[in-house]
């Protein structure tokens, strides 16, 4: 056990057991201002906001494994049980691009948190809410991809190297937090899974940017909604 325990303050607002984490910050901001949701401040020493929208639970933004799963941790104490993750990713797999959907189905892990969370299971997301994920695309007529994302600390040390010998073991798309995220979740044993649109692409060894790319913008926005029609269910 921690000696430093997350824990429910005095203070603390009343959540329902669905929450929503959002890591990308253009997009968190996008969204509370859609659904003009209650913005309760900056918390853990201003490294992301909480907003409360119905008694949902909206969190974000974040960079990073570590920064990821303090919010992560800090959700939880509040009462958390189904935690719905939306991110963007870079693809590493040549048929999935810029503006398409992934759902991680599990990730290799090159952050430093994951090793501090033992655990005896598989590193999955919750079964049952990635069935009603793809139960929501279905519904939608959203096409996805499912396969192994790798997670790393190190952005800028995504070398050709590493993405063929990743490639090699069928991963699909590159972040920075989801691996320490699912992990942490089984440890605590609440339920998880998140949705990704790819924001960037990297298979061919050279990196193309598609932040500012429409369809991809037009996609995280539609995806968010569909994360939160999901929690309020």
Not at 107 to 135: A, T, W
Not at 160 to 177: F, L, T, W
Not at 200 to 215: I, Y
Request: aromatic residues 10%; positive net charge.
């Amino acid at each position: 056990m921690g000696i430093i325990k997350p824990k429910k303050r005095r203070r603390d607002p009343e959540i329902a057991e669905d929450t929503i984490m959002i890591i990308p910050k253009r997009e968190i901001e996008c969204f509370v201002k859609e659904i003009n949701a209650k913005d309760l401040g900056e918390i853990d020493g201003c490294l992301y906001r909480l907003y409360l929208k119905d008694n949902i639970a909206i969190i974000g933004p974040f960079l990073g494994a570590p920064h990821a799963t303090i919010g992560l941790e800090r959700i939880i104490a509040l009462g958390a049980k189904r935690i719905w993750v939306f991110s963007w990713c870079g693809s590493i797999n040549k048929d999935i691009r810029i503006g398409d959907v992934v759902i991680p189905a599990g990730s290799f892990s090159e952050e430093g948190v994951s090793q501090h969370y033992p655990v005896d299971s598989d590193i999955r997301p919750d079964p049952d809410m990635i069935q009603r994920i793809k139960n929501a695309f279905k519904k939608e007529n959203i096409p996805f991809y499912e396969g192994i994302f790798w997670t790393t600390d190190a952005p800028y040390r995504e070398t050709e190297e590493k993405i063929r010998e990743y490639q090699r073991k069928g991963v699909i798309g590159v972040d920075m937090e989801i691996s320490a995220l699912m992990r942490v979740a089984i440890f605590r044993k609440v339920s998880l899974a998140s949705i990704f649109v790819v924001s960037d692409e990297l298979f061919s060894g050279r990196w193309k940017p598609g932040f500012s790319d429409q369809r991809m913008k037009e996609m995280s926005r539609k995806i968010v909604h569909i994360i939160f029609d999901l929690a309020k269910k």
